[in-house]
């Protein structure tokens, strides 16, 4: 990886950490939801979504990034709060996230749903009491981000990925999952970027299609690091999409089928951050970022 990039990486994931636990410390609420909240916001993760805010907002203005905060944390804590009620045994049963006991078998089920039930609804708290934003900014924000990660978004696309398992589905199909699962949220921290930094309604809607595919690339490598990677990398071991019957894009296009269309996914995000007029932008190396990771 580029030493520019890694080093952006590594300072902005500290700020987003920074500001996530500052978030969270000042709540005055039962200790052990506090510390179950804690828990999974400080877990391992590579705070990807909110540094995507970030760098799309770098793109259009030379402002201070701090407007971008509450947008970035809010959307880390949805992301949280899905992985906390993903965990769960009426779910995906996991025991381990990123190599760490998952939410509720360090708490317990209740602890852990609450504590997500928690984190969603804190994150729209955060942006509708953020005194850098304007009402009309706060407004839109919130709208988009309920949008993203309800039922026509991140929600509807959990559903939509239970259906799939062990049941064959088209190229297409798994495209729209993932679209929604993943994307949706992906495509909020695009537009929350670009939209605080004043890009124009084009570059907006070039930009849109730049966060559906690399919603897509995000979801590509994962399922191709589930086959090929490296499980202390990965935090998880591999080949578990093949055990628990996975709909996933190396399934339906062999490896190097899937490989190949994550190729002509980076393709099309590349061409559409030229349209947007982000191309020289950390838009651009994340999306290198994003193909090529290893964990």
């Known amino acids: 990886m580029d030493e520019n990039l890694t080093e952006y990486l590594s300072s902005n994931k500290t700020i ?47 402002d201070v990034v701090t407007k971008v905060y509450s947008s970035a944390v809010a959307l880390e804590m949805i992301h949280t709060y899905s ?84 049941n064959p589905i088209t190229l297409e199909e798994l495209e729209n999952v993932h679209a929604l699962k993943t994307g949706e949220l992906v495509n909020f921290a695009i537009f929350a970027g670009a939209f605080l930094g004043n890009a124009t309604k084009e570059q907006l809607s070039h930009l849109k299609q730049f966060a559906y595919y690399l919603g897509l690339i995000f979801q590509v490598q994962d399922d191709i690091l589930d086959v090929t990677g490296d499980p202390k990398k990965v935090g998880r071991p591999v080949g578990s999409d093949v055990e628990n019957e996975k709909s996933t894009f190396p399934k339906i296009l062999g490896l190097e089928g899937a490989i190949q269309k994550k190729s002509e996914y980076v393709n099309i995000a590349e061409e559409a951050l030229r349209k947007a007029d982000a191309q020289d932008s950390q838009l651009m190396a994340l999306t290198h970022h994003f193909s090529q990771r290893d964990h």
């Open 16 to 62: 987003i950490q920074v500001v996530l636990r500052d978030y969270l410390q000042k709540l005055d609420i039962p200790t052990q939801l506090k510390e179950s909240m804690l828990y999974s916001v400080e877990g391992r993760g590579k705070r990807l979504r909110p540094i995507l805010a970030l760098a799309s907002y770098e793109a259009y203005s030379k």
């Open 83 to 166: 992985l906390i009620h993903d965990d769960l045994p009426a779910l995906d049963n996991d025991d381990y996230r990123r190599g760490e006991l998952t939410n509720h078998k360090v708490f317990d089920e209740a602890t852990a749903i609450l504590a997500g039930d928690a984190l969603l609804t804190y994150s729209f708290e955060i942006i509708s009491n953020d005194p850098l934003l304007k009402d009309n900014q706060k407004v839109e924000l919130i709208k988009r981000l309920s949008h993203s990660s309800g039922p026509s978004g991140m929600v509807g696309g959990q559903l939509l990925d239970l259906r799939a398992e062990n």
